[in-house]
Nanobody
Framework: QVQLVESGGGLVQAGGSLKLSCAAS????????MGWYRQAPGKQRELVAD???????NYADSVKGRFTISRDNAKNTVYLQMNSLKPEDTAVYYC?????????????WGQGTQVTVSS
């Protein structure tokens, strides 16, 4: 099992910045990739960015050039630096980890952290 604890959400004005953190614990040796998803009211959860254990990153087109995902392996923590925030970035942001154990991929989720961008 992997436990994920997020922090760093809040209220910010458009154009501002926030940094989200996600600390992993438990069976961290099984983690193959970690990422951030978001879900706005009335919309489906969508991938924002992810990073593999090898350091490869992937971003949604809507956040490219504004958001940066990074990881600190010593702290088992993944970060999402969000700059030039827009009202449409308002959502609950969820940390995700993909683990591989006993031949099976398993998704783990954090509890979510609210990000609100005012215009």
């Amino acid at each position: 099992q992997v436990q994920l604890v997020e922090s760093g959400g809040g209220l910010v004005q458009a154009g501002g910045s926030l940094k989200l953190s996600c600390a992993a614990s438990g069976s961290i040796f099984s983690i193959k990739a970690m990422g951030w998803y978001r879900q706005a009211p009335g919309k489906q959860r969508e991938l924002v960015a992810d990073i593999t254990s090898g350091g490869s990153t992937n971003y949604a087109d809507s956040v490219k050039g504004r958001f940066t995902i990074s990881r600190d392996n010593a702290k088992n923590t993944v970060y999402l630096q969000m700059n030039s925030l827009k009202p449409e970035d308002t959502a609950v942001y969820y940390c995700n980890a993909v683990g591989f154990m006993a031949g099976t991929f398993v998704d783990y989720w954090g509890q979510g952290t609210q990000v609100t961008v005012s215009s």
